[in-house]
Nanobody, 125 residues
Framework: QVQLVESGGGLVQAGGSLRLSCAAS????????MAWFRQAPEKEREFVCS????????YYADSMKKRFTISRDNAKNTVYLQMNSLKPDDTADYYC??????????????????WGHGTQVTVSS
């Protein structure tokens, strides 16, 4: 049974930082592309970023490229999302997702095989 468990969300003031984690189990982590998505209230889910199997390639949505950093530790079966200079518009539920096939440029949720339950991030102004 595959499980993706996000953690690290919370309430932060604008300009602050948060580091999200996603611990994976039940899958061969090192052969899965990992990604982060987010969904703000009353908005559609949107792609945030993705990372290749080895961590050597990353891809970001344009609006988050300069503030967010995705990384992974295959020894710990964990993917991270470092978020800096947070804005109220970043308020959303953040989800990690895993893709069994190669390729990091897939921004549609349908391209991902497994999902976590999300962690809430609230940025106050």
């Amino acid at each position: 049974q595959v499980q993706l468990v996000e953690s690290g969300g919370g309430l932060v003031q604008a300009g602050g930082s948060l580091r999200l984690s996603c611990a994976a189990s039940g899958l061969t982590f090192s052969t899965h592309v990992m990604a982060w998505f987010r969904q703000a209230p009353e908005k559609e889910r949107e792609f945030v970023c993705s990372i290749s199997w080895s961590g050597g390639m990353v891809y970001y949505a344009d609006s988050m490229k300069k503030r967010f950093t995705i990384s992974r530790d295959n020894a710990k079966n964990t993917v991270y999302l470092q978020m800096n200079s947070l804005k109220p518009d970043d308020t959303a539920d953040y989800y990690c997702a895993a893709r069994g096939a190669s390729g990091i440029y897939y921004v549609a949720g349908s391209a991902y095989d497994y999902w976590g339950h999300g962690t809430q991030v609230t940025v106050s102004s």
